[in-house]
């Protein structure tokens, strides 16, 4: 059982790790931090509060070959040296969803996909707090699991998973499970193989059972492939947005229908957030809501007031008669067409960073419709420009935010979009997707 090991070895001092060894501290564990990088400031002083030994800068301690069990965080691939000896020698290795999971009694609604997972976690966590659930938000969003189980649990914890984490799970239950859908996105982390991506998205559905329930978008290819080929117990819930479904949810005639114990009927236009994908998003988390039994009125309200997540199709500002929309959580193929499907005006597009084997021909349609001019950010775009420079007037490179945001001014006029939806990871230029967008922001601001 994990709750039994006594000597704890925490690989990787980010928030998972830093939750997971506060937890394992609180329940009187023998507990070690080792991170091969250097541990940020706020991390090594809460390490210090609690009294929990550390190393930084290399995995050189004796500690970590005396554990019982480790727990790794999802930024370290299964095929780091350090994961490799530590399998080598029998210990086991979870994740902190997992080790935290083990210490409380909370009902989990669980979400992930390549896309709308962030937007759907927020908005299922917006309509429980208004249903007055005393309920948690954690996962890749809001703070560490494990330490909001050891410091104040809750009776309900919302959970975004990617599948990083998923993929270092072997006890975690989900009551609830969702899947927003799943389109190419970290490949390079997969051997290139589609598959392989996918069984880690369902890994969730190993451990469910027939008393729970997975909320899938029965519109995505690989999704309903998956579900038709794996038979399972739980209780299958699915969504779409092109028709009448018998249980579940799904848009008809600019109305959002659920169909869960009772029905509830709404013009999308009634929808705090705009747009076919976040019908979807809503689609998934009222179902989830109506499952849990949360009163229609409620339901209703909190898919009218919930309030966009940031840098997800984010209005930045209005520059003589430009629009800036902020999208760096855009971070795969599939995301950027959503947003690129969204665009009403003629779009000055900002694309680029780190390619983790994107197809760019799936957005070859929507560029030919909507894009008037491209602006490359990042430092190796000869992809971006062999897929586009024959579908677009201009295409021009930027090295920074700030020199993006002065070009596609430049090539848009009054009644156009600037968007940032890159497509890609954010890696070469910027900390991560967060400072892409509030350096994108800032600048915009600038002008």
Request: glycine residues 6%; negative net charge; contains cysteine.
């Amino acid at each position: 059982m994990i709750n039994s090991a006594q000597n704890i070895v925490i690989l990787g001092a980010a928030e998972s790790g830093v939750g997971a060894a506060i937890l394992a501290k609180t329940k009187g564990k023998s507990v070690f931090v080792t991170d091969n990088g250097k541990i940020a400031i706020g991390a090594k002083n809460e390490l210090l509060t609690y009294e929990i030994p550390f190393e930084e800068e290399g995995h050189n301690s004796d500690k970590i070959w005396r554990a019982d069990l480790i727990v790794k965080s999802p930024g370290i691939p299964q095929d780091a040296p350090i994961v490799l000896a530590v399998k080598e020698k029998g210990i086991p290795v979870v994740s902190e969803i997992d080790y935290a999971y083990a210490f409380t009694e909370a009902k989990t609604i669980c979400i992930t996909g390549s896309n709308g997972k962030t937007t759907t976690t927020l908005w299922i966590y917006h309509i429980l707090k208004k249903a007055g659930l005393k309920v948690g938000l954690a996962g890749n969003v809001g703070q560490s699991f494990a330490k909001q189980v050891a410091l104040n649990d809750q009776a309900y914890y919302v959970l975004e998973l990617s599948s990083f984490q998923l993929e270092d799970m072997y006890h975690f239950h989900a009551n609830i499970g969702i899947i927003t859908n799943i389109s190419p996105d970290h490949l390079d982390r997969y051997n290139y193989e589609m598959e392989r991506y996918v069984d880690a998205k369902f890994r969730m559905l190993d451990f469910m059972g027939p008393e729970d329930h997975i909320i899938y978008n029965s519109d995505d290819a690989w999704v309903l492939d998956f579900i038709n080929k794996n038979p399972s117990k739980v209780h299958r819930v699915p969504f779409s947005s092109q028709g009448p479904l018998e249980m579940g949810g799904y848009l008809l005639n600019e109305q959002l229908i659920l169909n869960i114990k009772t029905t509830i009927t709404m013009s999308i236009h009634e929808l705090a957030l705009k747009g076919k994908h976040n019908a979807q998003n809503a689609l998934a988390a009222g179902i989830a809501a109506r499952l849990l039994d949360i009163r229609e009125s409620v339901v209703r309200e909190s898919l009218m007031d919930f309030e966009n997540v940031e840098h997800r199709l984010e209005f930045v500002a209005s520059v003589n008669g430009i629009e800036f929309i902020n999208d760096s959580k855009a971070t795969n193929i599939n995301a950027a067409w959503y947003a690129l499907e969204s665009m009403t005006n003629p779009t000055v597009w900002i694309v680029g960073g780190v390619d983790k084997g994107n197809d760019y021909s799936e957005l070859l349609s929507l560029v030919t419709e909507k894009v008037k001019a491209i602006v490359c950010l990042g430092k190796e775009n000869q992809k971006i420009k062999d897929a586009f420079s024959d579908h677009v007037d201009t295409l021009v490179e930027a090295q920074s935010a700030e020199e993006a945001v002065a070009l596609a001014y430049r090539l848009a006029q009054a009644k156009d979009t600037v968007l940032l939806s890159p497509a890609c990871a954010s890696f070469d230029l910027f900390q991560n997707y967060e400072d892409r967008g509030c350096q994108f922001k800032a600048a915009v601001r600038k002008l």
